[in-house]
């Protein structure tokens, strides 16, 4: 026990607010909420006046109607201490479901705050963060805090007031064991100071290690196939073990703090107790003082380290609270290093001229910053002009920077140098939402949310009607498989659209693009592993949606860029070739390379697919 204690109180502090900021913070999201708050406070100070108002009641029951056997008098006093106590139980009950009510009205505050703030944040930010760990923020730190506010705070309301009852009665009865009674006062403060710094830390470092198991959790979740495929379970299970272990760990730690504070108080209460009944008991012989007085005191000594107890118990809850709170607040109060200018204005409907002009990006640098180390740029020097209508393939080596590229179109990522422009605007001087409303993406595998195939269409125009939807589907083919499932478009899809095949996913995915009408669409090989038949539809489908659109298309079979109007070869992020098919094969370069490599030197069939040909 001790071995751990002192572990713990060895960890170093990690720069955080500190500790009272934090409770500041988190005790402003109750004053929305102030008149339920006083209503509370006046059961808090019922329950604990008739806390200091029993033992009282008792001692006098014993002074004056039981030492002088007056029946009577007992049964108004035993009336009146029922009375009491049954009010202070109502008083309980009533600020218990009030504050229960507040703390769950924070909780769906705290946790819309951490959402929007998360909405906020760019690319960049998710890139170096795992999913499973920004949901323990958003889920199992907010249930902390959320027992803070819902149990907590009426515990150490009713402790305090319940204190301040029992030593006002304390002193009023007898000023001389009033005195006896706090000499163990001293000691508890300096224990409870002790404490409170080990178990600060400790709390600290339970937070961060049930972020590492939901982080492992959602990651193994994820790609349960590819483990299962790769016979990797067991060892994932030795690695989530460990992730478990080191959460086990530090929450043993953290008990051990914590059950150590408890058997302390107890100690000192028992000595108090000791105290009271020796210096009572002579004051009692020196007829200073009542029998019935030295009961109450006893009653009240014991009843004064009960409070101290429920406070001990509330302060683990609220470190463990404050630890989740410096996370929550380091979330919400982290910058989104990607926004729009002060000056930024929407951009109205566009042509769909895209330029590039000497672009760099580098996912280490930010923009404005100088790297000299040229090989941490993903993209070097990228000059290129995408006409209206045109269709611009994109082919190269896996991490020769396509994606990379296309994403600096709807300012996903801001460039490290050079700019990227949109009709000739800077797309950092338009709004992202009126620059992204008009561009459309087809993915590999189109991500489908939880919920209807219809408001799956609509996801990228809610103001759509039934029919705009159908329409869509049927341009994208999807109409007729759409409405052989049970329920048409109203058919429920599981998570991620599982309940589909590939390829019914890429066509709706195509729906969604093509009821958007988007002005600049990126294709990335969306006829890739589906079956010759439906890769036929969504040929044709992708022919109307690229139909007077500007495309970029990221293409890894490149049979399906034959009829591009230009085709950019990138290696190592800088663009070595740029021509029509026909112009790269003639040339013999990595263009012909690449496309000999794929088909062994076959006689090329020139083949319309992925809808280049408009």
């Keep these: 026990m001790m071995h751990m204690l002192q572990r713990v109180a060895e960890l170093p502090q990690e720069q955080a607010e500190s500790r009272g900021a934090v409770a500041r913070r988190l005790l402003g999201y109750l004053l929305p909420y102030w008149k339920r708050l006083l209503a509370i406070l006046a059961l808090v100070a019922i329950a604990a006046a008739s806390q200091a108002l029993g033992p009282l009641l008792i001692g006098v029951a014993i002074d004056s109607a039981i030492a002088q056997r007056d029946g009577g008098e007992l049964n108004?006093?035993?009336?009146?201490?029922?009375?009491?106590?049954?009010?202070?139980?109502?008083?309980?009950?009533?600020?218990?479901?009030?504050?229960?009510?507040?703390?769950?009205?924070?909780?769906?505050?705290?946790?819309?705050?951490?959402?929007?703030?998360?909405?906020?944040?760019?690319?960049?930010?998710?890139?170096?963060?795992?999913?499973?760990?920004?949901?323990?923020?958003?889920?199992?730190?907010?249930?902390?805090?959320?027992?803070?506010?819902?149990?907590?705070?009426?515990?150490?309301?009713?402790?305090?007031?319940?204190?301040?009852?029992?030593?006002?009665?304390?002193?009023?009865?007898?000023?001389?064991?009033?005195?006896?009674?706090?000499?163990?006062?001293?000691?508890?403060?300096?224990?409870?100071?002790?404490?409170?710094?080990?178990?600060?830390?400790?709390?600290?470092?339970?937070?961060?290690?049930?972020?590492?198991?939901?982080?492992?959790?959602?990651?193994?979740?994820?790609?349960?196939?590819?483990?299962?495929?790769?016979t990797r379970t067991n060892l994932n299970q030795q690695r989530f073990a460990q992730r478990n272990a080191a959460n086990r760990d530090a929450n043993v730690s953290a008990t051990a703090i914590t059950s150590a504070f408890m058997p302390a108080v107890d100690v000192l209460s028992t000595v108090a107790i000791a105290i009271v009944a020796g210096f009572g008991g002579w004051l009692v012989?020196?007829?200073?003082?009542?029998?019935?007085?030295?009961?109450?005191?006893?009653?009240?000594?014991?009843?004064?380290?009960?409070?101290?107890?429920?406070?001990?118990?509330?302060?683990?809850?609220?470190?463990?609270?404050?630890?989740?709170?410096?996370?929550?607040?380091?979330?919400?109060?982290?910058?989104?290093?990607?926004?729009?200018?002060?000056?930024?204005?929407?951009?109205?409907?566009?042509?769909?001229?895209?330029?590039?002009?000497?672009?760099?990006?580098?996912?280490?640098?930010?923009?404005?910053?100088?790297?000299?180390?040229?090989?941490?740029?993903?993209?070097?020097?990228?000059?290129?002009?995408?006409?209206?209508?045109?269709?611009?393939?994109?082919?190269?080596?896996?991490?020769?920077?396509?994606?990379?590229?296309?994403?600096?179109?709807?300012?996903?990522?801001?460039?490290?140098?050079?700019?990227?422009?949109?009709?000739?605007?800077?797309?950092?001087?338009?709004?992202?939402?009126?620059?992204?409303?008009?561009?459309?993406?087809?993915?590999?595998?189109?991500?489908?949310?939880?919920?209807?195939?219809?408001?799956?269409?609509?996801?990228?125009?809610?103001?759509?009607?039934?029919?705009?939807?159908?329409?869509?589907?049927?341009?994208?083919?999807?109409?007729?498989?759409?409405?052989?499932?049970p329920d048409g478009y109203q058919t429920q899809l599981s998570e991620r659209g599982g309940n589909l095949s590939q390829g019914q996913r890429q066509l709706i995915g195509i729906a969604r693009a093509i009821l958007a009408d988007p002005r600049i669409l990126i294709l990335d090989e969306a006829t890739s592993s589906v079956d010759t038949r439906t890769e036929q539809l969504i040929q044709q489908a992708l022919r109307r949606l690229l139909r007077g659109r500007t495309s970029f298309v990221i293409a890894h079979r490149l049979s399906t860029i034959h009829d591009a109007d230009l085709v950019l070869v990138l290696d190592q992020g800088r663009i070595v070739e740029r021509g029509t098919h026909d112009e790269l094969l003639a040339r013999g370069r990595l263009y012909a390379e690449l496309h000999r490599r794929q088909f062994r030197d076959e006689p090329v069939v020139r083949r319309q697919v992925s809808g280049v040909r408009r």
């Design 285 to 485: 012989i020196q007829e200073a003082v009542t029998v019935g007085v030295v009961v109450a005191f006893l009653t009240y000594v014991q009843q004064f380290f009960r409070p101290v107890q429920a406070l001990s118990a509330f302060y683990t809850t609220a470190q463990s609270a404050l630890a989740a709170g410096e996370r929550i607040f380091a979330l919400i109060d982290t910058p989104p290093d990607l926004v729009d200018a002060p000056d930024a204005q929407p951009l109205g409907r566009i042509e769909g001229r895209v330029e590039f002009d000497h672009v760099w990006f580098s996912y280490s640098v930010r923009p404005g910053e100088q790297l000299r180390d040229e090989e941490r740029y993903v993209l070097k020097d990228i000059c290129l002009t995408a006409e209206p209508g045109q269709a611009i393939a994109l082919v190269g080596p896996t991490g020769a920077g396509k994606t990379t590229l296309v994403n600096l179109i709807g300012r996903f990522y801001d460039v490290s140098a050079g700019a990227v422009l949109i009709d000739g605007i800077d797309v950092r001087k338009v709004t992202r939402a009126s620059l992204r409303s008009q561009m459309g993406v087809v993915l590999q595998d189109s991500f489908l949310f939880s919920g209807t195939i219809a408001d799956n269409i609509r996801y990228g125009r809610l103001d759509a009607t039934d029919a705009d939807v159908e329409e869509a589907a049927r341009a994208a083919n999807a109409h007729e498989f759409i409405m052989r499932l």
């Design 76 to 230: 108004r006093l035993m009336l009146a201490l029922l009375v009491v106590y049954v009010a202070g139980m109502a008083a309980g009950r009533y600020q218990f479901m009030l504050m229960g009510e507040v703390g769950q009205q924070v909780l769906a505050h705290l946790r819309s705050e951490i959402f929007a703030a998360l909405q906020r944040m760019s690319l960049r930010f998710f890139d170096r963060r795992p999913a499973g760990e920004l949901m323990s923020r958003l889920v199992n730190d907010t249930e902390v805090i959320t027992q803070l506010m819902g149990q907590g705070l009426v515990q150490v309301l009713g402790s305090l007031f319940g204190l301040i009852g029992i030593l006002v009665a304390m002193v009023a009865l007898d000023w001389r064991l009033a005195l006896a009674s706090f000499i163990v006062i001293p000691v508890m403060i300096w224990m409870t100071s002790l404490f409170s710094q080990m178990s600060r830390r400790a709390f600290r470092r339970t937070r961060e290690a049930i972020g590492d198991v939901s982080a492992e959790i959602q990651e193994e979740i994820a790609g349960v196939k590819v483990a299962q495929a790769f």
